[in-house]
T-cell receptor, first 113, second 115 residues
Framework: DAGVTQSPTHLIKTRGQQVTLRCSPK?????VSWYQQALGQGPQFIFQ???????QRGNFPDRFSGHQFPNYSSELNVNALLLGDSALYLC????????????FGPGTRLTVL | AQKITQTQPGMFVQEKEAVTLDCTYD???????LFWYKQPSSGEMIFLIY????DEQNATEGRYSLNFQKARKSANLVISASQLGDSAMYFC????????????WGAGTKLIIKP
């Protein structure tokens, strides 16, 4: 049973560029959450997708957008990259109604130069 | 306001000793869930243990146990018989109806196990 997978593992971009990160949830999970973790800090919630819709959003600008596909996989898009967007981006999957489970992928480490 | 506080930025513990990582939380909700995660240097966030606010027993998972003191709003993680592989960042997190779709995280504790 595959866990949560993310791609790519590492990514280097320059300021102003756009990036797309991908996540496949754990088998049986239908909900995907995205988090940004800056170096030395705890994760910050970006948004969550369920039934192909954004359900809730954290305090992130519109440059951060996402999508969920019918197979429950998800993408995180960031436009007009800033140096401050450099972070580890974590995807977590869960199942609606099962509050005690939220499993994370290995993350994508984004560096913006 | 909902908040998680981890007051220990770093801890050094001798191998095979037990270690307690502190976590206090603040919420006005009666129903909530508390999580502990381990994050090795590789970056992956590994789920360790969960405690629901209405659970009467303290949660245990192998060498991990959660010392849940509801009146004090405390949810400390206890690792028994520490091993070198336990060296990592440890995060406490909370989920409430108010934050129904997200985890609220503490700043983490860096645990280093000494041989």
């Amino acid at each position: 049973d595959a866990g949560v997978t993310q791609s790519p593992t590492h990514l280097i971009k320059t300021r102003g560029q756009q990036v797309t990160l991908r996540c496949s949830p754990k088998s049986g999970h239908d909900t995907v959450s995205w988090y940004q973790q800056a170096l030395g800090q705890g994760p910050q919630f970006i948004f969550q997708y369920y039934e192909e819709e954004e359900r809730q959003r954290g305090n992130f600008p519109d440059r951060f957008s996402g999508h969920q596909f019918p197979n429950y996989s998800s993408e995180l898009n960031v436009n007009a990259l800033l140096l401050g967007d450099s972070a580890l981006y974590l995807c977590a999957s869960s199942s609606q109604g099962v509050v005690h489970e939220q499993f994370f992928g290995p993350g994508t480490r984004l560096t913006v130069l | 306001a909902q908040k998680i506080t981890q007051t220990q930025p770093g801890m050094f513990v001798q191998e095979k000793e037990a270690v307690t990582l502190d976590c206090t939380y603040d919420t006005s909700d009666q129903s909530y869930g508390l999580f502990w995660y381990k994050q090795p240097s590789s970056g992956e966030m590994i789920f360790l243990i969960y405690q629901g606010s209405y659970d009467e027993q303290n949660a245990t998972e192998g060498r991990y146990s959660l010392n849940f003191q509801k009146a004090r709003k405390s949810a400390n993680l206890v690792i028994s018989a520490s091993q070198l592989g336990d060296s990592a960042m440890y995060f406490c997190a909370m989920r409430t109806p108010d934050s129904n779709y997200q985890l609220i995280w503490g700043a983490g504790t860096k645990l280093i196990i000494k041989p």
